[in-house]
């Protein structure tokens, strides 16, 4: 059965933007693409086969969930790395499908050991350190009896990576506590390499670009590969110095659904729930079958925007859970079946998802990993 609206995925566009990357990225250095939050809306089992044809093999998730998600999807080999969350009875599964995961608690690193002795597995654990962001991590005063408890046990345990996370590389505000992560992730490199951790890594898409000197072995790369900027400053640091400075980066991401009733109202009436539209004159309104519950934020009522024809609309009144309206009245010719682009192009106009962020408080990061997990997404060109 149809859904009433859909995603189209750029295959080219994350052509583009992997090329883009992989230039910045040193050479020895692999990468690891972030598909966490159902690939940042993109749909984790459209775009992780996409992604591996064109040769991408390291992924990142938050969970196992997520894991066994792309695991299933993927034809090819690839290592897949767990960043958050792994419960005590998925830890097997993921020892016995190679899946790495971060240990940053010890009640996590003890389990480990335990189950990997009992499958008679080696378990590849990625150890992530507290350098200043402070949601998980060792803590230094850790190290010496993680060091030990690790050593102790390598006949069960492969120390995939050794790795820490920024808090906020994408703000030159936080150059300061950056740098200082920066070099509290140094002693713990210093303290931990007698182990030989086979990854050491800690860049997010901001470190990546600002911080080189953080891609060590891995980087961890997330919303840039979807053609998009963390901030708008890190965009301006590395890319828009110059004049006539266009972005290199492509969205992969269009989001599209059909006009599914045209009306004419008369001048002087409300249109929708309650009075936050008055119709100042007679005015042709088309309800889209999109609203709230599928990602449209209500915080787009009255300001949001569409593509119809061509032609930039606004919403009118409020988003509801399943419908939206919207202000065709300048387009004669519309009808019921015509194509609405919520996010991406029409004719020679579009619509992206930044715009959104500005109509609403929603941030990119946000939008994206709110659309919703069964809208059907399909890979074009
Ligand atoms: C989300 C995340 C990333 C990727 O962040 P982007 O800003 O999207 O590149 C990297 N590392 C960790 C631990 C993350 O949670």
Redesign the pocket.
Known sequence: MDNTSYIEISRSALENNLDYIRAKKKAKTKLSL?V??NA?GHGIDTYGPLAASLGVNHF?V?DAHEAYQLKRSLSSPAEIMI??MITDDQIPWAIEEGVGF?VFEEHRLKQTIAVAKALGQKARIHLELETGMNRTGFVKNQWSHLYKLIQDNSEHLILEGL?T?FAG??SVANHLRISKQLKAFKEGRKTFKPLEPHYIHA??????LRFPKSQYDLV??????YGFW?SVETYIATEGMHENATDPLQRLISWKSRIMNVKEVAKGEYIGYGTSYLATQTTKVAAVPVGYSHGFSRSLSNAGRALVRGTRVGVIGVVNMNVMMLDVSHIPSVEVGDEVVLIGEQGNQSISVSSFSEYSDQMN?ELLTRLPQDIPRYITD
């Open positions: 972030v966490k939050g940042y990142s938050f960043m958050g971060f790795c996370h590389a994408e860049a997010c898409s901001a470190a990546f961890r790369v997330g919303i840039l590969q963390p990061y």
